[in-house]
């Protein structure tokens, strides 16, 4: 599970929000008259905030020893485990510190500059620790966040070689089915082409067969009945041209 989806990460920068405003408000009551009226309502602020911090630091607490007792159905490891009690240590560590340092101000309305001077310098010590895993886990963040974007960008590329793909494919279809359709019609005409080549060869069978029988024919007859024929036809396109044109 990646930082930036993982519940602990979410609460610890929550977390981490509130202490840096508490660090802030501390500083602010540093800065104020002892025993003024703002100083009082700065120490009630800070006690209420660093309570429920504290709370928070206690429940956040509570998910780590449940995570513990089987850190691979977490997707997390004794070194991540032990990095997340470190961080609640010393976020509890921080805020303890601030609080001390209300309570004694409120007690005394006068704490030494010494007492003060030891608090910051551990007030500022512990965050600088804090920052170290914050600016790791804003790194892992970081990461994450890349490569879910490089993932995202890999998937979006694959979804558009699939698409052209799907599209190369419907094509190759269309193209395949217009080849069948030109292939039948070939089929087609070849069987008429075919069915023609045998008609034609009949039919030059047959205009042999009556060559042949003229021929026989025109053998057999002789010269005078030759003429006999030619006079024939003579007189019968005579009487023709008479019945049509002079009646």
Not at 113 to 127: A, C, D, I, K, V
Not at 191 to 209: A, C, H, Q, V
Request: net charge negative.
């Amino acid at each position: 599970m990646s930082s930036a989806q993982d519940p602990f990460y979410i609460v610890k920068e929550e977390i981490q929000e509130s202490i840096d405003k508490l660090l802030s408000t501390f500083h602010q009551w540093e800065q104020t008259s002892a025993g003024s009226s703002e100083q009082v309502h700065l120490t009630k602020e800070l006690l209420a905030s660093s309570e429920s911090i504290e709370w928070q630091v206690d429940e956040l607490d509570k998910t780590i020893d449940v995570a513990a007792r089987d850190p691979s159905w977490y997707g997390i490891n004794d070194i991540e485990l032990d990095k997340r009690r470190r961080w609640t240590s010393n976020a509890r560590a921080q805020v303890g510190s601030m609080k001390k340092a209300v309570v004694a101000g409120k007690q005394s309305n006068g704490t030494s500059t010494s007492n003060l001077s030891g608090m910051r310098r551990e007030l500022l010590r512990l965050p600088d620790s804090d920052q170290k895993e914050r600016s790791n886990a804003y790194n892992a963040r970081d990461n994450d966040d890349f490569i879910s974007s490089e993932s995202d960008r890999q998937l979006l590329l694959m979804r558009q070689q699939d698409e052209e793909l799907d599209e190369l494919s419907a094509s190759v279809v269309r193209i395949g089915d217009v080849g069948l359709t030109i292939h039948d019609e070939l089929l087609a005409h070849e069987k008429i082409l075919s069915e023609l080549d045998t008609e034609m060869d009949s039919t030059s069978n047959r205009l042999d067969f009556v060559q042949k029988k003229i021929s026989i024919v025109m053998k057999k007859a002789s010269a005078k009945g030759q003429m006999m024929m030619i006079c024939f036809l003579i007189v019968l396109f005579i009487v023709l041209f008479v019945l049509v044109f002079l009646t």
